[in-house]
Nanobody
Framework: QVHLVESGGGLVQAGGSLRLSCAAS????????VGWFRQAPGEDREFVAS????????YYTDSVTGRFIVSKDNAKMTVFLQMNTLKPEDTGVYYC?????????????????WGPGTRVTVSS
């Protein structure tokens, strides 16, 4: 089963940038889509962005469109989330996850393997 580890979180001021990484190891069986989600205290996990491993198609939630970019390095089995022009409402624990569905599905229901998360705090 694929193992995921996020990194790159931290504290940043509003307007700043962070680059998150999601490193995958083990067998990539069923890893057809990689998604980024975030969760603020007391709230449900929210879809942020996803990328198709083979198709390279990317999708973003409306609130991050134009500010965030998801990309990947196939050889290193790593997915990145470049976050620009950060806002306080971007604060939360960011998780990467894999899905066996080979197309966009912006719901936690379709992602079956998760990393432990990395915290992002954006101060005003």
């Amino acid at each position: 089963q694929v193992h995921l580890v996020e990194s790159g979180g931290g504290l940043v001021q509003a307007g700043g940038s962070l680059r998150l990484s999601c490193a995958a190891s083990g067998r990539a069986f069923r890893m057809l889509t990689v998604g980024w989600f975030r969760q603020a205290p007391g709230e449900d996990r929210e879809f942020v962005a996803s990328i198709g491993w083979s198709s390279n198609l990317t999708y973003y939630t409306d609130s991050v469109t134009g500010r965030f970019i998801v990309s990947k390095d196939n050889a290193k089995m790593t997915v990145f989330l470049q976050m620009n022009t950060l806002k306080p409402e971007d604060t939360g624990v960011y998780y990467c996850a894999t899905s066996s569905i080979p197309f966009h599905a912006p719901s936690v229901l379709f992602f079956d393997n998760w990393g432990p998360g990395t915290r992002v705090t954006v101060s005003s």
